[in-house]
């Protein structure tokens, strides 16, 4: 995995993340958009990880996007827990489906460069 493309990935989705958060916090239109907003910017996340690192494999590009993912959800749930948007046990869901859309932005990204393995 590459640590490179992992940082600049999640910080990339972390900040995307935050600012719909924000957003949402004083738009309920916006809020009512988190599940499907924030899945797609893990997705996001995890194509970007993959541009990023050329990984050698589409299972190691999806471990990369599953990693991005999760990171940047994490934090942005974190965040709108903090606000007082969302509850605490979002943490663990949003976080693991986020995840799961992050690695298939990753498998994605690596389908869309055609310079990776099958394995």
Same mark, same amino acid.
Request: proline share 3%.
């Given at each position: 995995?590459?640590?490179?493309?992992?940082?600049?990935?999640?910080?990339?989705?972390?900040?995307?993340?935050?600012?719909?958060?924000?957003?949402?916090?004083?738009?309920? *239109?916006? $809020?009512?958009?988190?599940?499907? #907003?924030?899945?797609?910017?893990? &997705? %996001?996340?995890? @194509?970007?990880? /993959?541009? =990023?690192?050329?990984?050698?494999?589409?299972?190691?590009?999806?471990?990369?996007?599953?990693? *991005?993912? $999760?990171?940047?959800?994490?934090? #942005?749930?974190?965040?709108?827990? &903090? %606000?007082?948007? @969302?509850?605490? /046990?979002? =943490?663990?869901?949003?976080?693991?489906?986020?995840?799961?859309?992050?690695?298939?932005?990753?498998?994605?990204?690596?389908?869309?460069?055609?310079?990776?393995?099958?394995?």
């Amino acid at each position: 995995m590459s640590n490179r493309a992992l940082v600049i990935a999640s910080l990339v989705g972390t900040l995307l993340q935050v600012v719909m958060v924000v957003a949402g916090h004083s738009s309920p *239109a916006i $809020a009512g958009l988190f599940a499907v #907003g924030g899945m797609g910017l893990s &997705l %996001l996340a995890g @194509v970007l990880y /993959t541009r =990023l690192a050329r990984p050698a494999t589409k299972g190691s590009a999806a471990l990369g996007g599953l990693a *991005a993912g $999760a990171i940047c959800a994490f934090i #942005g749930i974190a965040v709108s827990h &903090l %606000l007082g948007d @969302v509850p605490a /046990t979002l =943490l663990a869901l949003g976080t693991l489906s986020s995840a799961v859309t992050g690695a298939i932005g990753g498998f994605l990204g690596a389908l869309g460069t055609g310079q990776v393995a099958s394995a």
